[in-house]
């Protein structure tokens, strides 16, 4: 007889995920529940599976571990982290703020923003110091990759690689980002012979407003509608090309995210929405 799972479908931004609580259940096979659940019509439908955990130190007070829909394990998500503190302390689970959150990427800490009701709305993120001295396949002699040159399907692109505990190629483009076809070429870019990991692809564009307006091919997952340490990384990459300050409003396919980095600590700072989408039970797959 199959076992059902509880679980909880959230978003942050629109970036949407399955979460389970492993204090209670225990997923033997979580890559192969994240593709047969991701599936859209035949499962819940997501970008993947998120677990919720116990930390395995005294550093931090719960674990996160994370899931793409083709069943690849992420080091982190910014939107999911998010969405893990509402969880935490909406369900009762801890009523610490900040939560100290261990990922495959280290710890994050959680700071939750409360409604009048108590419940979380908002949570800024300490996202940590983002890595910008380059791998050795970029050529550039452990230095920083910022406008490299990569030339995919006979089209240009340049781009800076930041890593927030996960790889980004962040490329500001001059036509318009809603008509640009990020299926296309951020399918190719990801899988590029100069990401032996493979990588997240953003492709931006600053707005008059002075909003950038970014929109992202996540590995191992595709097109998203947000993506939070995309959005981290687009904010580092814009300050690097001189496209903005030290702080940025990143608007994205499913929301908006506020991201500043801090030059006096390094850190970079993300905030943004977490919501329950809806809850259910699921079975096991075979």
Known sequence: MKQNIKFTKMHGAGNDYIYVNTLIYNIPDP???SVEWSKYHFGVGSDGLILIGK??????????RIFNNDGSEAMMCGNGTRCVAKYLHDKGLT????IR????SGIKVLKLHLDAEGMVETVTVDMGEPQ?????????HGGRAVNYELTVLGKMFRGTFVSMGNPHFVIFIDEDVEKFDVERYGSVLERHSIFPQRCNIEF?????DGTIRMRVWERGSGITLACGTGACATAVAAMLTERAGSRSEIRMDGGMLSIEWDRKTGHVMMTGPAAIS????????D
């Open 204 to 208: 931006a564009q600053v707005l008059p």
């Open 55 to 64: 930390a395995t130190g005294s550093d931090a007070d719960f674990s996160m």
């Open 101 to 104: 959150l261990q990922t495959l």
């Open 132 to 140: 910008l001295r380059q791998p050795a396949q970029f050529g550039v």
């Open 278 to 285: 809806f809850e259910g039970e699921i079975a096991l797959p």
């Open 31 to 33: 890559a192969k529940a």
């Open 95 to 98: 009523d610490k703020n900040p």
